[in-house]
């Protein structure tokens, strides 16, 4: 998707530190199981490229999916697919707890995404664009099932984002 302007979309804006780190964290992974067997002796390239293979696993496990959003739409993109749905036409928002909380986004196109809700607190361009867009559905009376979710997800952030502004403002 082509972009003309920074105001089109809104990303993750934590992606591009958690990408380095699952990077960087693989590359010493490397590094170091090869330099051990290389002190060891026994390193060959067989040896080697395996140590590689199992470097590119810690990468691909720790780089989070990219997640952007803009005008009636939101995706999440992973090493391997794309997922998009319209915001504008959602359908159901549900939410599965445990351990790792998820969002799950059905359309009235019937595409679906999933995605970690923490990443929409720890972003309130990407919540605007959501919220935005399940209003509209709202309106159009598409959005059946989850508008509670979303409340709730809201209440979550605008919690935080004030604490937030009292704590930089050193009123907390």
């Known amino acids: 998707m082509k972009r003309s302007g920074p105001r089109d979309s ?7 530190g958690d990408a380095r780190f ?15 067997d290389w002190d060891a002796g026994t390193l060959t390239m067989f040896r080697a490229s395996i140590w590689l293979t199992l470097a590119a696993v810690v990468f691909t496990v720790l780089l989070p999916p990219r997640i952007t959003a803009g005008h009636g739409w939101l995706a999440v993109r992973g090493l391997v697919r794309r997922r998009r749905v319209r915001t504008d036409a959602l359908v159901t928002v549900r939410q599965y707890g445990g351990v790792t909380a998820h969002l799950v986004l059905r359309d009235a196109y019937g ?4 995605l970690d809700p923490r990443v929409l607190v720890a972003n309130p361009l990407l919540w605007h664009e959501l919220d935005t867009g399940a209003h509209r559905s709202r309106e159009r009376g598409t959005l059946r099932h989850g508008s509670d979710v979303l409340r709730q997800l809201g209440e979550q952030i605008d919690g935080t984002t004030a604490r937030e502004v009292l704590s930089a403002s050193g009123l907390k």
């Open 10 to 16: 809104a990303d993750d804006r934590h992606w591009r």
């Open 22 to 36: 699952a990077s960087g964290f693989a590359l010493a992974a490397w590094g170091m199981a090869t330099l051990a």
């Open 111 to 114: 595409h679906w995404l999933e």
